[in-house]
């Protein structure tokens, strides 16, 4: 994801940019966020319709989108705020590839899960 | 030196000649008792096309502030002005203009902050701000307001401070009373001032820049470092920025002002205008023979602790009087005495007697009599060696 380079987070304090003015244009995708979540949305992408409204609602523009189709998640920056999970109007015909469960497309995991 | 001109001005309207001289590229406000006077000046330049302002009329102080945060950031130079509650409303933006490093300079004309509701002077309102990352100034006359209001923009624009400047008045006292004001011509104080070049700009689109963003466990602690260190170093700028402005116009700017000092057994330190009322008491108690001395600090934030000690250190008991009290302090002192006296200690001066008056509260007058209460207090507690109240009040009925 992050092409740019990312910020040095360790530089002394005579050496930071005065008053937090960032000069490098969009480097806030070097910044990862991801380290947050403590739930990890999963989608069973063969029972996925497409219809791109967890891309709609993310408020972190991590639903990673390649050629108009959803491909996966951006777990860099991904909190793990579940609103996908929450809007996604597709329920699952057969268990979740991922979970096992019936329900959404789309469904929340704890993190502490994928440590074991 | 370049001549000034003289005209009968209220403080308030001292301000608005010297804003309409620098011409900021910007102005927000919101009108407020007793500062309105300050900015409705101002518009009316604007209107006569005096100036090439930017004039925002806003809904609020908080909005006021917020567009001048904007617009410094976008590379302008701005001005604003507030008072008492205004300025209290603006609290959350006062710390974003310093944390964001943007040399704002807004005049505050002091009135007492509600409640019970009060519009006289009093500096409970810039006082409660004074930890809040701005410097302060603090005028006696209508003339010092003047006089600072240009010398704050060449503080908070110096590369080396890059912080916002609060510069103060006292209301209705200096703020509405008319005086004999000097005025510098146009052409000096725009000379003076200068171009402002920010290094940053919002506005310049070849390098694009974001400012006041996010900032973490990873950075906050070193960008408020960087902030404390500006104004720690801020002081030899301010005087040097003093000294010029006294070469220009002729009139004494230091940044604490003595007054029979060289030699005082009784010091009085206030600040903004009953400097001059302590000032003609102090006059008579010396063509009596006794050794009276006032101190006025022009410079409030940085604190200005070493000239005021070296100052006082050799003094045989010290009165501090404060406008403003500041809540749950031992006793309920003042942020100047409480100032001074830490700046003692540190300075391992523990054995001169200081004692705090409170006074002037919601524009209480503070006549000569009063002042001389404190001097005689102040040769009775050098007498008797006893300090007696640490805190007292001035003009309260007891």
């Given amino acids: 994801m992050a092409t740019k380079e990312a910020p040095r987070l360790d530089l002394p304090w005579k050496e930071a940019n005065p008053g937090g003015i960032v000069l490098d244009a969009g480097n806030s995708v070097t910044y990862i966020t991801g380290t947050w979540r403590t739930l990890r949305p999963v989608r069973d992408l063969e029972q996925c319709t497409q219809c791109l409204i967890c891309w709609i609602v993310c408020p972190d523009a991590a639903i990673t989108v390649k050629d108009g189709k959803v491909v996966g998640f951006d777990y860099d920056h991904c909190k793990g705020c579940g609103i996908c999970a929450q809007q996604c109007p597709v329920n699952v015909k057969k268990p979740h590839a991922i979970t096992g469960e019936m329900g959404k497309v789309i469904q929340m995991v704890p993190e502490a899960d994928f440590q074991k | ?398």
């Fill in chain 2, 1 to 398: 030196m370049v001549e000034s001109k003289y005209m009968p001005l209220d403080g308030a309207n001292a301000v608005s000649q010297a804003m309409r001289q620098i011409n900021p590229d910007v102005v927000a406000a919101y009108p407020i008792t007793p500062q309105t006077a300050v900015v409705q000046n101002f518009s009316q330049y604007v209107a006569d096309g005096l100036v090439d302002t930017e004039f925002v009329p806003v809904e609020s102080e908080h909005a006021a502030m917020s567009a001048c945060v904007g617009a410094s950031a976008a590379g302008a130079r701005v001005m604003t002005a507030t008072a008492a509650n205004g300025l209290a409303l603006m609290w959350e933006m006062l710390y974003i203009a310093s944390g964001m490093r943007l040399p704002i300079v807004l005049t505050v004309v002091n009135r007492a902050l509600s409640s019970p509701l009060n519009i006289h002077c009093d500096h409970s309102d810039s006082m409660g701000a004074r930890d809040s990352g701005w410097l302060q100034l603090y005028a006696e006359t209508g003339q010092e307001a003047y006089d600072n209001t240009i010398k704050a923009i060449r503080i908070a624009e110096h590369p080396d401070i890059l912080l916002p400047v609060m510069s103060c008045q006292d209301g209705f006292i200096t703020g509405h009373g008319v005086e004999r004001v000097g005025i510098l011509p146009d052409e000096a104080v725009q000379e003076f001032v200068g171009t402002y070049h920010p290094k940053y700009s919002l506005l310049d689109t070849d390098h694009p820049v974001t400012m006041g963003a996010w900032d973490f466990t990873d950075y906050y602690f070193e960008h408020k470092r960087q902030q404390t260190e500006a104004m720690n170093n801020a002081l030899p700028i301010v005087k040097q920025i003093f000294r010029e402005y006294e070469e220009l116009s002729g009139r004494p700017q230091s940044i604490v002002d003595m007054w029979g000092m060289d030699d005082a057994d009784y010091a009085i330190i206030v600040l903004a205008s009953t400097a001059g009322t302590t000032r003609t008491v102090a006059r008579e108690w010396r063509a009596r023979g006794i050794k009276v001395g006032v101190i006025k600090p022009r410079v409030y934030r940085p604190f200005p602790a070493q000239e005021i000690i070296e100052a006082i250190k050799n003094c045989k008991a010290v009165a501090v009087l404060d406008r403003a009290i500041s809540f749950g302090t031992p006793l309920g002192a003042g942020p100047l005495f409480t100032d001074i006296t830490s700046a003692l200690y540190n300075e391992g001066i523990t054995g001169l007697p200081v004692v705090d008056y409170i006074y002037g509260l919601g524009g209480r007058d503070t006549v000569p009599p009063m002042i001389e209460s404190v001097y005689q207090d102040l040769q009775e507690i050098a007498a008797t060696g006893e300090r007696g109240a640490l805190v007292r009040y001035l003009g309260l009925r007891e």
